[in-house]
Each structure stands twice: as C-alpha cells, then as structure tokens.
C-alpha cells in the first residue's frame, strides 16, 4: 500500500508586514498539520495569495498575482488556490463572480481557520467563501512559521484600527483597534530572540494606541522597557507611531535605552490644516512642527520616516506648495508618497474638489524628487562617520560585495548599506565607516 503523498502549499504575501505576520501564522497552522512548505509554486499543489486592498495599487497588483498564480493550476501541481486577507474581506462577492479560477475566498478574520478550511473543500466542487467579522487576535500560543531572515522580526502588538481618518478602509477590513496581552508579546519575542532574532520590529496600524484598550492599561513604554531586557535582542524599531500619540515619556525611552533604535516611522500624511482637517487628522500643523522638532532637539541622530499623501479631495496649488516647502525645510530622513486613492466607503471618496490623476501624479513626481536632493545631501553629511550595521548578506548586483542595514534604517523600505572591506557573517552587526553614499544608500568598511 503506498504512503500519502505529503501536499505542498506555497504562499505569497503581498502588502504590508502587519499581513506578513498573518501569512506567517497561515504557514505554521500547515506545517503544523502535515503540509510541506516550497517557495517553488511550480510544485506547490495549493497555492495561497494573501492579499492588501489598502489603495487603487494594491488592490491592482493582488489581482494581477492571483491571475498569474491561476495558470499554474494548468501548467503546474496546483490544484487548490485559495485567496486570503483584505481583498476577499472587502470584495467577497466580485471577486467570487469574477474569478471562478479561484476555489477559496478566506477574510482577515477566518485565516487562523486554514486547515479546517482546506478540510472543509475536499470532496466539493463549490467555491467556498469564508470572510465574518475581522475581530480576530493572534496570540504567542499559535504557530508561527517566520518567513523572514532569522536575525529579524516584526512583532505585531494590536490588530485594527480606531482613528478613522477619512480616506482609510482599515477599520472595515480589520475592525477596531485591539491591543494583544503584554505577556502575550512577551512570550512570543521571548521566542523569537531564543530563534536568534537580533532586531524586532514593533507594528500595528497605530502603535501608540497600545495598551488603552486593555483593563490592565499596559503602555508602549511599558512593553519597550521589558522587552529591552531580553538578553540577545540588539534592536528595537517602532514603526507606525500616529502624531499625537508621541509621548514626552516614549522620546525620552528612546533617547535613553541603547536597545532602541534612534528612528521613528511617523506617517503625518500632510501639513496644510484644511487638508488635514479633512483627512479627520488629530495633529495639526503646529502640532507636527513641534513634535518633530522636540524629537529632533531631544535625539539630535534620530532619523525620522514619514508618509504623505498628494491630490487629496481639495488639495490646491497652495496647499500643496506649503507641504513641498515643508519636506525641503524639515529634511524627513526617508519619505513615501502616495496618490490619493478614492476608496469607496470612505467619507474622502464623497469629497467634492476630487483631484484628477495627472495632478495627482505631478505632485508625486515633484515631491520625489524634492525627497532625494534632501536624502542626497543628508547622506553626504553621514561620510566618515561611523554606523552600527545589521549585514543581511550580498549585495543583489555583485557577491563582492556584502549589504546590510544600519540601526536607522528599517527593512525593505529604507535603502541599505553596502559593505566594501572586511568580513561578517550574515547577521552579524558590526561598526562601518561610511566612505560615500549615493541618494539613499550609503557605502562603508567595516571597522576592526
């Protein structure tokens, strides 16, 4: 009698890390009943795309990988694919119509349920949808497969979000905001660390609402100093801190606990006050200036990242001319920017004074380019000084050269360093001396 074959899934996990980390805990629900993971969809049997439907973008490049990823169910093993996360949560009922090639539609709420799921299709030829209320927890209990290079992590603390800015469909995909347990995440980084994690980085759609939701009231604060503690953990990175949420109290663990990475993703979206206002923004424009400013007077080497957004419902010349002149003068560490995207369901897309595309993408284009002079000149201030960098391995163009990340630069947006003498195992974190930089890398050798 011969043996079961062992099925293979291969998945792909499109959109930010806060979706990473729910594919990360997809695969070790599979691999913990039986299935093999592959990197390899050519050999995969089941196929799961795991998709972000935040703006016009995402939602359009999620569609185009789901397509492609369906031809392999004809010219590969796939015989099950299965689409999870934003996409099937907010678009159930089109995708299902529009998309018969696909078997399973898995909302932000159900994906923990991913075996008892792919039980459940077996035997049927129906096209099953799976997408209830968005109002589920991870916890450290459940298995995680990490999916990112054994030095690094994120580690998300909450799910959802409150703020409802105008523009944003997070809450209907993922409801509202809830914290995750401090000893939750304890357990879980303390794990992590024991794996030989070096930095964690700290995500959530607002970290700074941490904890407020919570009967015990545990605070970001609270979390970083324990988390500090850990014997072998190196770095920690907050990403995705709201303005007004900034406290006196976090600056100044910052500022102080060497564990701390001196960064800080800041995503204040805009300047001008009419346009913030109606973005439903809580921080106005003297209230950025300041922060930014005591930021910056109280951690002289913090580099700061932020996002912004052009062509917003009744974003004029002027309004737009006064966020340029504040990106030149403020000389943000790292930026992205975006287009405005009119979702449907937010108050934004009923805005009149809508913008049109070609503004929108003229905007773009001056804003980038007025980012890369500023990162241009800020990274030539940055030769002959030293940085601690984490090296993550060879650089993708020649293997004589090793890349890595300094403590101000967080993984996969910001740009890298490239390592041109000495030697360091991947993983390692060593001390650099930068010897030149281009728009938003720098270059160095390793100090002995």
């Given at each position: 009698?011969?043996?079961?074959?062992?099925e293979?899934v291969?998945?792909v996990s499109l959109?930010?890390?806060?979706?990473?980390?729910?594919?990360e805990v997809?695969?070790?629900?599979?691999?913990?009943a039986?299935?093999?993971?592959t990197t390899?969809?050519?050999?995969a049997?089941?196929i799961i795309?795991?998709t972000?439907s935040?703006i016009?973008?995402a939602?359009q490049?999620?569609i185009?990988?789901?397509?492609d990823?369906?031809?392999?169910?004809?010219?590969?093993n796939?015989?099950?694919l299965i689409?999870t996360?934003?996409l099937?949560q907010?678009?159930?009922e089109?995708l299902?119509?529009?998309?018969p090639?696909?078997d399973?539609?898995?909302?932000?709420?159900?994906y923990?349920?991913?075996v008892?799921?792919?039980?459940?299709?077996?035997?049927?030829?129906?096209?099953?949808?799976?997408?209830?209320?968005p109002?589920?927890?991870?916890?450290?209990e459940l298995p995680?497969?990490?999916?990112s290079?054994?030095y690094t992590?994120y580690?998300?603390i909450?799910?959802?979000c409150?703020n409802?800015?105008?523009?944003?469909v997070i809450?209907s995909?993922r409801?509202d905001?809830?914290?995750?347990p401090?000893?939750?995440?304890l357990?879980e980084a303390a794990g992590?660390?024991?794996?030989g994690v070096?930095?964690l980085?700290?995500i959530?759609q607002d970290?700074t609402?941490?904890?407020?939701?919570?009967?015990?009231?545990p605070?970001?604060e609270?979390?970083?100093?324990?988390?500090a503690?850990?014997?072998?953990l190196?770095?920690?990175r907050l990403l995705?801190?709201?303005?007004?949420g900034?406290?006196?109290?976090l600056?100044q663990l910052?500022k102080?606990e060497p564990?701390?990475?001196?960064?800080?993703?800041?995503?204040i979206q805009h300047?001008?006050d009419?346009?913030?206002?109606?973005?439903?923004?809580?921080s106005?424009?003297a209230?950025?200036?300041?922060?930014?400013?005591?930021?910056?007077t109280e951690?002289?080497?913090i580099?700061?990242?932020t996002?912004?957004i052009?062509?917003?419902p009744?974003?004029t010349?002027?309004?737009?001319?006064?966020?340029?002149?504040?990106?030149?003068e403020?000389?943000?560490?790292?930026?992205?920017?975006?287009?405005y995207?009119?979702?449907?369901g937010?108050p934004?897309?009923?805005?009149?004074d809508q913008v049109?595309?070609r503004?929108k993408?003229?905007?773009h284009k001056?804003?980038?380019?007025?980012q890369?002079r500023?990162?241009?000149?800020?990274?030539?201030?940055?030769v002959d000084?030293e940085e601690e960098?984490?090296?993550?391995?060879y650089?993708e163009?020649t293997?004589?050269?090793l890349?890595g990340?300094?403590s101000?630069?967080a993984p996969d947006v910001?740009?890298?360093?490239y390592?041109t003498?000495?030697?360091a195992?991947?993983g390692?974190?060593?001390r650099?001396?930068?010897?030149?930089?281009?728009?938003?890398d720098?270059?160095?050798e390793?100090?002995q």
């Amino acid at each position: 009698m011969s043996e079961k074959k062992t099925e293979k899934v291969s998945l792909v996990s499109l959109g930010c890390p806060k979706n990473l980390v729910d594919a990360e805990v997809m695969l070790g629900y599979l691999a913990q009943a039986g299935f093999e993971v592959t990197t390899d969809e050519m050999q995969a049997d089941i196929i799961i795309v795991n998709t972000c439907s935040f703006i016009k973008e995402a939602k359009q490049e999620s569609i185009d990988t789901i397509l492609d990823l369906a031809d392999r169910k004809h010219d590969g093993n796939c015989n099950l694919l299965i689409v999870t996360g934003c996409l099937p949560q907010r678009y159930q009922e089109e995708l299902a119509r529009e998309l018969p090639e696909v078997d399973i539609f898995v909302g932000t709420g159900d994906y923990p349920r991913i075996v008892e799921i792919v039980a459940e299709k077996r035997g049927s030829t129906e096209q099953l949808c799976y997408t209830g209320d968005p109002n589920f927890v991870y916890n450290d209990e459940l298995p995680r497969m990490q999916s990112s290079p054994h030095y690094t992590a994120y580690l998300k603390i909450a799910e959802g979000c409150s703020n409802r800015c105008s523009y944003c469909v997070i809450p209907s995909l993922r409801g509202d905001h809830r914290s995750r347990p401090l000893q939750s995440l304890l357990q879980e980084a303390a794990g992590l660390v024991a794996g030989g994690v070096k930095e964690l980085n700290l995500i959530a759609q607002d970290i700074t609402a941490y904890g407020k939701d919570l009967v015990d009231k545990p605070t970001l604060e609270q979390l970083v100093q324990e988390l500090a503690k850990m014997e072998g953990l190196k770095w920690i990175r907050l990403l995705y801190a709201y303005p007004d949420g900034v406290t006196d109290s976090l600056i100044q663990l910052m500022k102080n606990e060497p564990k701390v990475c001196k960064y800080l993703d800041l995503p204040i979206q805009h300047i001008s006050d009419p346009i913030l206002k109606r973005m439903g923004r809580r921080s106005g424009e003297a209230q950025i200036r300041e922060l930014i400013t005591k930021l910056r007077t109280e951690i002289p080497d913090i580099a700061i990242r932020t996002s912004l957004i052009v062509g917003f419902p009744g974003e004029t010349n002027e309004d737009f001319k006064t966020l340029l002149q504040y990106v030149e003068e403020t000389r943000f560490d790292r930026l992205g920017v975006f287009c405005y995207s009119r979702e449907e369901g937010t108050p934004a897309a009923e805005m009149p004074d809508q913008v049109s595309e070609r503004v929108k993408r003229e905007r773009h284009k001056k804003l980038m380019r007025t980012q890369a002079r500023v990162s241009f000149k800020h990274n030539r201030t940055l030769v002959d000084s030293e940085e601690e960098v984490l090296v993550e391995g060879y650089s993708e163009e020649t293997e004589l050269l090793l890349r890595g990340r300094s403590s101000r630069q967080a993984p996969d947006v910001d740009g890298q360093v490239y390592i041109t003498a000495g030697n360091a195992n991947v993983g390692d974190i060593v001390r650099l001396k930068i010897t030149d930089s281009s728009d938003y890398d720098l270059i160095g050798e390793i100090v002995q």
